[in-house]
């Protein structure tokens, strides 16, 4: 049973997207699969069970989720024995800040794993933080550099990736970044902003990454509206024409301010659509106020993100080599 153990520098670098994805992509492959996270949270467990399980029926392969709540190296060894005699392929353990290098590079020794590092991208990222990394985990590491801006690739493909092969240190590819992993539902938004959602909407079909405001302009509404995708568009709630334009560019949601409710037509073809209408007592500017901070609320727990993760992986990372081993 091949074992990795998921690991990064900081907290919310992103190890449970990673591990719920790989576990996604090999299961589709038609390997079994295990994920263990020595240190769980309610949180990390609902979304391998809501990721994964939407997807049951069609996986080829079959997949365990098992967690402690606490990290104890005789539980763990017992979990791993456990996991190995159910036949899984592969073992992806989801690693947690709090615990030690020491104690991890034990785990790993222990497990005959291997560590998997998620090293997110920054203006700083070079050649030495890798070969810091690499004597910290005893050189039984591959990497993953995460989270890149779309003008930093030219430097991670070109420059930093040919630097680390030529120092004998594998990094398998990098993951762009995209603003759809930091979207957010309009369940969370409403929630977030003390909205209310006054009609029905299908909740896995919509994720709002962008957020505009609908206003007067030179240009027609629906002309800028649609310069984008996933949005969220504010507008006042006595505007109908502002409205029907947002609905018409296929809007992810509509939030209506100063707590008016649409109009009979707008209320119909939002319906008709199955757009969600949040409204909100404050006014436009007060509202965009209130959407401060929302981006540090968004989990992993969407079909879209999930499917947006995989094909960033498939892009620029080298999955054959979880396949192969």
């Known amino acids: 049973m091949q074992t990795f153990y998921i690991t990064s ?43 994964l399980g939407q997807n049951e029926e069609k996986y080829p392969g079959k997949y365990i989720i098992m967690s402690n709540s606490k990290f104890d190296l005789i539980s763990i060894k017992q979990n791993y024995d456990s996991l190995k005699e159910n036949e899984v392929d592969i073992l992806l353990i989801d690693g947690n800040n709090s615990i030690s290098k020491e104690n991890i590079n034990l785990l790993v020794t222990k497990l005959d794993a291997k ?141 209506l301010t100063n707590n008016i409710k649409p109009i009979e037509y707008i209320q119909n073809e939002a319906d008709l659509e199955k757009i969600p209408i949040i409204l909100v007592k404050e006014n436009t500017l007060d509202t965009l106020e209130n959407l401060n901070g929302l981006i540090d609320s968004s989990l992993f727990n969407h079909s879209v993100k999930l499917n947006k993760y995989l094909e960033l992986l498939n892009s620029s990372v080298q999955l054959k080599f979880f396949i192969k081993n």
Request: proline share 3%; charged share 25%; with cysteine.
């Open 9 to 51: 520098e900081n907290k919310k670098d992103g190890k449970t997207s990673l591990t719920t994805t790989l576990a996604h992509y090999l299961l589709s492959k038609g390997l079994n699969v295990g994920i263990f996270n020595p240190l769980c949270t309610n949180e990390e467990e609902s979304i391998y069970q809501k990721l």
């Open 115 to 255: 560590t998997l590092f998620l090293a997110k991208y920054n203006s700083k990222l070079d050649e030495k933080n890798f070969e810091k990394w690499n004597k910290d985990f005893n050189k039984n590491i591959i990497f993953i550099i995460s989270q890149i801006y779309k003008f930093a690739t030219h430097y991670i493909e070109t420059e930093l990736m040919p630097k680390l092969k030529s120092k004998n240190i594998d990094c398998f590819g990098y993951i762009p970044e995209n603003k759809i992993l930091l979207g957010t539902t309009p369940k969370q938004i409403a929630e977030y902003i003390k909205g209310k959602i006054i009609n029905e909407y299908d909740e896995q079909k919509f994720l709002i990454g962008n957020f505009l405001i609908g206003g007067m302009g030179m240009d027609p509404a629906e002309y800028h509206f649609n310069q984008y995708e996933n949005k969220g568009i504010i507008v006042r709630g006595d505007r109908p024409d502002i409205q029907m334009s947002a609905i018409n560019s296929n809007c992810s949601c509509l939030i």
